[in-house]
C-alpha cells in the first residue's frame, strides 16, 4: 500500500533555482493537494486540483506551479526559489465526492531549504 | 479572521491522565466537517477523528473523543489515558460547504504540541 507518495525528502536550492516536487498516489483519488507548514502557522493551502486538467489557487499559491494531466500525479514546481519558500512541503489527496467525511490522506513531506 | 483557532501552543500531561485539546472554529457555512490530524516527529500526518455539523452525537474512536459544542463553535479533542506515544503536534481542521463543488479545501489551525510525561 503506497498511499501517497512524495519525493524527494530533502532538498535545498538556492535562491533562484527552480524545482519540481514530485506527488504520486495509488487510491484513485481524485481530488489531490499541496500544503505547506511553517512554524506557528499550521498549514496552509498552496494549490489543489479536483481531477486531470482542472487545477486552482490556494491561499498561498504566489511562487509555484501545479498541473494535473493525470489521475495518479500532482507535481509541485518552484519556477524560482526565494528563502521565504523554506518550508515542509505536504502533498494530500481524498476521494472527490460529496461526503463531509471524507478524510485527506497525507504524503510524508518534504523538507526544503532555500538558501 | 482565523477560522480554526488552538490556543494552546503546547501541552504537558501527566502519563495516564485524560487531556483536552482545544479548538474554536468559524464559519457562517451551516454544512461543515470538523476533523483532528496528529503529527508525531516523524513528520507524517494521520487522521485521529471527524465530525459533521449535522451530526447529533459526539465522535469517538477508541480513545479519542471529540467535545462538539456547535453553539460555541468548539470542537476540543479528548485523549483518554494518555500513553507516551501521544506526545505530537496536533492539529484541528475544518472543511466547509461540503454539499458544494470545489469546497474540499480543508482549514487547519496553527497546532497544539502536546508533551506526555512519564
Known amino acids: 500500500n503506497a498511499g501517497v507518495t512524495q519525493t524527494p525528502k530533502f532538498q535545498v536550492l538556492k535562491t533562484g533555482q527552480s524545482m519540481t516536487l514530485q506527488c504520486a498516489q495509488d487510491?484513485?483519488?481524485?481530488?489531490m493537494s499541496w500544503y505547506r507548514q511553517d512554524p506557528g502557522m499550521g498549514l496552509r493551502l498552496i494549490h489543489y486540483s479536483v481531477g486531470a486538467g482542472i487545477t486552482d489557487q490556494g491561499e498561498v499559491p504566489n511562487g509555484y506551479n501545479v498541473s494535473r494531466s493525470t489521475t495518479e500525479d500532482f507535481p509541485l514546481r518552484l519556477l524560482s526559489a526565494a528563502p521565504s519558500q523554506t518550508s515542509v512541503y505536504f502533498c494530500?489527496?481524498?476521494?472527490?465526492?460529496?461526503?463531509?467525511?471524507?478524510?485527506?490522506?497525507f504524503g510524508s513531506g518534504t523538507q526544503l531549504s532555500v538558501l | 479572521a482565523q477560522k480554526i483557532t488552538q490556543t494552546q501552543p503546547g501541552m504537558f500531561v501527566q502519563e495516564k491522565e485524560a487531556v483536552t485539546l482545544d479548538c474554536t472554529y468559524d464559519t457562517s457555512d451551516p454544512s461543515y466537517g470538523l476533523f483532528w490530524y496528529k503529527q508525531p516527529s516523524s513528520g507524517e500526518m494521520i487522521f485521529l477523528i471527524y465530525q459533521g455539523s449535522y451530526d447529533q452525537q459526539n465522535a469517538t474512536e477508541g480513545r479519542y473523543s471529540l467535545n462538539f459544542q456547535k453553539a460555541r463553535k468548539s470542537a476540543n479533542l479528548v485523549i483518554s489515558a494518555s500513553q507516551l506515544g501521544d506526545s505530537a503536534m496536533y492539529f484541528c481542521a475544518m472543511r466547509e460547504g461540503t454539499q458544494y463543488f470545489g469546497n474540499e479545501k480543508l482549514t487547519f489551525g496553527t497546532g497544539t504540541r502536546l508533551t506526555i510525561i512519564p
Open positions: 494530500a489527496s481524498s476521494h472527490h465526492t460529496y461526503r463531509a467525511d471524507e478524510k485527506l490522506f
Open positions: 487510491m484513485n483519488h481524485e481530488y
